[in-house]
């Protein structure tokens, strides 16, 4: 029903936890990530805070190398793995969206993270313990980017600045390693839109949260997915999914030109009245120049919220899934 409130996750007993790692031409890399994943499944059992039945679930977000095959051969050797299959690459968040929506109903705690383990798989069992305190999101923070490259630092800074005063929610150094309790998830499923940026979506949802801090890693295995032309495009993306600002921009850049032409005319006036014609039309020339990129530029951000809406209101799916290993 909608509007009807998703009940709280029970705080007592050990968690059924489902980790979805989206993966996209990750062959060579993912076997020893479910190693690793399942160690620390291992130990949160040990520990009290995972069940026997937690599991891992793969989601193959269209690799055209040997993904698939070999989380196939993860879930044959081992049922606590399981795998979905796309029918192509619908991106990375449409990827996380298809496997928290597949395993919503079937744990109580679904965690995000990348393939490639540079998020710190130790931090996890602080995270289900922020759930027994009452939790219904944990988000993971990074301390630092110190593996990252000094232009992915400065334009990572740069994005979440410009974020933090556009949309008060975000949260700093968070990216996609969360956890949360299906009723969270079951509310994510109420936003339909096709532009959805879960960075900025699970903040906005609201509900009592914590953050867990760690230190990213590097790369196990394998090349990033991410080069500096995606993830400029996901901030463009979480720019325009949460704010009408730059739109504004538009407005105030429209007004500035205005009163620039203004005064430009005044000018020339007076110089016609006072007998001092402006020799040469470079200032002139300049002017339209600018005028012209400012208005190209205007028309570039227009034109990606008309896109928007555009995507909107198709309503396609943001996911088909092929097959899946669990006969799902």
Sequence with gaps: MEGRPQPYIRTEGPFKVCIVLPCYNEAGVISGTARVLLKELDALIHSGLASTDSYLCCVDDGSRDGTWEEISGLAAADPRVEGIKLSANFGHPNALIAGLFSNRSRADILITMDADLQDD?????????????GKRVVYGVRLDRKVDSLSKRIAAALFYRIMGRMNKRMIRGHADFRSADTGVIADLERF??????LRGIFPLIGYPSAEVRFIRQERHAGDSKYPFR??????WEGITSFTTTPLKLVFMAGL??????FGLGVW??????????IQGWASLA?????????????????????GKIYKEVKHRPRYIIETTTHGG
Excluded: C
């Design 256 to 261: 500035f030109m205005f009163l620039v032409a």
């Design 268 to 277: 020339i006036l007076w110089a016609a009245f006072n007998d001092h014609p």
């Design 230 to 235: 995606k993830l400029f495009s996901l901030a």
């Design 286 to 306: 300049l002017l339209t120049v600018t005028f012209s990129a400012i208005n190209t530029m205007s028309i570039g951000v227009i034109g990606e919220y008309v």
């Design 121 to 133: 798989v130790a931090v996890i069992g602080r995270m289900l313990q922020e759930h027994r305190n």
């Design 192 to 197: 339909g839109e096709a532009n959805i940026y």
